[in-house]
T-cell receptor, first 117, second 111 residues
Framework: DAGVIQSPRHEVTEMGQEVTLRCKPI?????LFWYRQTMMRGLELLIY????????DSGMPEDRFSAKMPNASFSTLKIQPSEPRDSAVYFC???????????????FGPGTRLTVL | KQEVTQIPAALSVPEGENLVLNCSFT??????LQWFRQDPGKGLTSLLL?????REQTSGRLNASLDKSSGRSTLYIAASQPGDSATYLC??????????FGSGTRLLVRP
């Protein structure tokens, strides 16, 4: 299995531009998570989906951020317009529908390093 | 609000030493506690998952314990090797099934 796939791996953009990050979860996983990692705030959950439905988006910082999961094998995280404070590493993770959420291990992608100038 | 703290923030040991990483959390209402490893520029790899009803889990040279009542967990690494050098992250799954992460312990094992 290729694991969780994220693209691009690196993104450099200018303030005000739209940024779209992409994620392909592991086949058969029904939960997908978007995280952001910064030196100041560590790793934070932004939003997660279960069976393609957004369950909790309370971690999404503001209306500039949006996420979609049109099908079980693809998700996007969009930032419009981007700001320098959005610079971070964004991780996508997916989990296997095991015996219950409490037993599910999350499998992380390699991340997208975003730099907003 | 659940908070997860990891001590120490960084640790440097010579190869072969046994070592302990510490994790504490403020709210004992958790479903599980997980330890992850993160290598520079890479994603996280799950090492061990301890359910709230369990006291410990073992995988090879790694042993993780959980004391839910005191809000503490330890990750024990036996006979450390240079390949163990990485950042180790502790995370608890809260009552809404969200993972709350600590800031990590950066481990360096010197040859």
């Amino acid at each position: 299995d290729a694991g969780v796939i994220q693209s691009p791996r690196h993104e450099v953009t200018e303030m005000g531009q739209e940024v779209t990050l992409r994620c392909k979860p592991i086949s058969g996983h029904n939960s997908l998570f978007w995280y952001r990692q910064t030196m100041m705030r560590g790793l934070e959950l932004l939003i997660y989906f279960n069976n393609n439905v957004p369950i909790d988006d309370s971690g999404m910082p503001e209306d500039r951020f949006s996420a979609k999961m049109p099908n079980a094998s693809f998700s996007t995280l969009k930032i419009q317009p981007s700001e320098p404070r959005d610079s971070a590493v964004y991780f996508c993770a997916s989990s296997f529908p095991g015996q219950g959420a409490s037993t599910d291990t999350q499998y992380f992608g390699p991340g997208t390093r975003l730099t907003v100038l | 609000k659940q908070e997860v703290t990891q001590i120490p923030a960084a640790l440097s040991v010579p190869e072969g030493e046994n070592l302990v990483l510490n994790c504490s959390f403020t709210d004992s209402a958790i479903y599980n506690l997980q330890w992850f490893r993160q290598d520079p520029g890479k994603g996280l790899t799950s090492l061990l998952l301890i359910q709230s009803s369990q006291r410990e889990q073992t995988s090879g040279r790694l042993n993780a314990s959980l004391d839910k009542s005191s809000g503490r967990s330890t990750l024990y690494i036996a006979a450390s090797q240079p390949g163990d050098s990485a950042t180790y992250l502790c995370a608890v799954m809260d009552s809404s099934y969200k993972l709350i992460f600590g800031s990590g312990t950066r481990l360096l094992v010197r040859p």
